[in-house]
């Protein structure tokens, strides 16, 4: 568990920090939002980094350490996932997170939250929510991820027999 709490810290300091000082949109909005926006933006940054972590990485700690992860936590992440599908579904394919983050920053709605690839590459994902190759692999892999927590879980409490 310790492996995965460190896993997080380290994600979220590395990859908000590096966002922060390399995305051309926050370093533009920074000169003009208000001190109240500045927090609201850095806010939404490391929330927004330590939900992905928990999106996208829970399902391969609770794989790999199975037998060590409670039941409670698998269907922690099983709701979580079902949770932002459903989140984005309701709000035209998009991220509330993100359209906030748009807002302050005073940018299109169609521009994506930046991922560890766009980060590293500093890519800016334009025309989310609209079927993008990019929005496919994000809804595929909630999907799997949803499926495979759900199956983990019911083998965990004893539905589904070994």
Not at 43 to 61: A, E, K, M, R, T
Not at 95 to 113: A, M, P, R, V, Y
Not at 150 to 156: A, G, T
Request: aromatic share 22%; net charge positive; charged share 15%.
């Amino acid at each position: 568990m310790h492996l995965y709490i460190q896993g997080l810290l380290l994600y979220v300091l590395i990859f908000s920090i590096w966002d922060f000082c390399n995305n051309k949109y926050y370093i533009e909005a920074w000169k003009t939002i208000s001190r109240i926006d500045k927090f609201k933006l850095i806010g939404l940054l490391l929330f927004h980094n330590v939900l992905y972590y928990f999106i996208y990485f829970s399902i391969f700690f609770i794989h790999i350490y199975y037998d060590k992860v409670p039941s409670k936590y698998i269907l922690y992440s099983l709701i979580l996932t079902v949770t932002v599908k459903l989140s984005w579904l309701s709000n035209n394919n998009r991220c509330w997170f993100t359209e906030k983050q748009n807002e302050i920053l005073g940018i299109d709605s169609g521009i994506g939250f930046r991922d560890f690839y766009s980060i590293i590459f500093n890519k800016y994902p334009v025309n989310s929510g609209t079927g993008t190759f990019r929005d496919s692999l994000y809804n595929y892999f909630l999907y799997a991820s949803s499926s495979y927590a759900l199956y983990l879980y019911l083998k965990k409490i004893r539905v589904i027999k070994n």
